[in-house]
Structure formats: C-alpha cells, structure tokens
C-alpha cells in the first residue's frame, strides 16, 4: 500500500458541532479548557487518526466565529481536504458562505460536505437538506461535492465519513510523490513563546523535505 502524508480541515458556521466531530472521528478533545467554558473554538487545534492503511491523518480545527476569521484563514494553508460542517437542524448560515468563499479563494483542492446533528431532523428533512445543500455549494464555488450526513453525538455513519475522507485522499500518493522533490515550502500555523527556548514555530510542510540545521527564509 502506497503511504501518504495528509492534513484536513473542519470549517463552518460557529456552533455547527466541528470540534465534537473531530472527538468522534478521531478520539481527541482539541478544545482547551477555555474554550470548553465558553463553548466556542477561539485558536487552531490539532487532532489526527488513522486511514485504516497505516497512513496518520492529521486533522485541523479551526474557529467558525467571525471574530476569530484570521484564526480560520491561518489553519486552511496547504490542506488537502476541507470538510464543510454544516448543522442539520440550523441549516446554510452566513459564516457557511463566508466559510466557503474563503476555501475557494485559497484554492483548497478537494471539499467534502459534512452534515453534523443529523439526529435532529427527520429523514424527510435531510433528504431535503442535502439536495439545497448541493446546489448552494455549486453556485457559492463551483465544485460538486460529496456530502455526508452523521450526528457526532450518537455516532450515527461516522464509519461512512471516514471512508469518504479516505476515498477523496486516494490520489494523494500520486501528487506527494512530485511535491517532494520539490524545494521546500513551511507554512507557519502557530507562533508562540516558550520559556527557556525563545519563539518558537509550527507549521504544515507544503513540499519537500526539511532536516536539522537547513536554513529557512521568512516570507
């Protein structure tokens, strides 16, 4: 089996349920304490899990709260998959299209539509949902997405979202084995102090390979 390295995002509309879906897919909390008291993603988090192949995924939550727009814009630099979590019982919301336009702008290469709460509505309901959901996403970035639907909370076909992730990352191989060699390119998600240490930097490698003691220019 051929490996690969991939990072995907979780966006959407604040309260849409991202963060649960990262817990369920993946079994890791990425909200700190604060944010779990206010009940609002405010900074990146970072989870990841396993394709089934021996491949780590990992998995980047990013705030939905306009507030926190550049938090977001930060955290969808060089993924490979966006998910767009949209919440069954609230539907299309101003910050979805926000959301969305942003992914277009940033030329994110693969979308999947992830219905979260599904739980809350009835079949009918869903299956109405999922046609305007389809047709709003069509118009907002022209692409046509797959679109699945699961309650983080009961567990509800997170087994299906999982393999539609794993089915949309297939020709990852493929296109990572060229980008290697090519020069290296960091994207900086995160900067922060350390004590002892001094500023310290993480980031998403777009490309090619880094090693102890390479010297990196700052764009």
Sequence with gaps: MTSYRAVIGLA??????KTL??????GITTARAH????????DLGFAHFDDGQGNTI???DVPGHERYIRNMVAGLWSLDLVLLVIAADEGWMPMTGDHLRLLKAMGVPRLLVCINKCDLVSPDELALLEESLLEQVMDESG???????????TGANMAALHTAIVRQLADLPASQAARE????????DRVFTANGTGTVLTGTLQQGRLK???KLRLY
Excluded: N
């Design 12 to 17: 959407g509309h604040v309260d849409h349920g």
């Design 21 to 26: 879906l990262i817990k369920a897919l993946t």
């Design 35 to 42: 944010e779990q008291a206010i009940g609002m993603t405010q």
């Design 58 to 60: 990992g998995v980047i």
């Design 143 to 153: 692409m046509v997405p797959d679109i699945v639907s699961v309650s983080a909370k």
């Design 181 to 188: 060699q090519s020069a290296p390119r960091l994207y900086v």
């Design 212 to 214: 102890v003691g390479d």
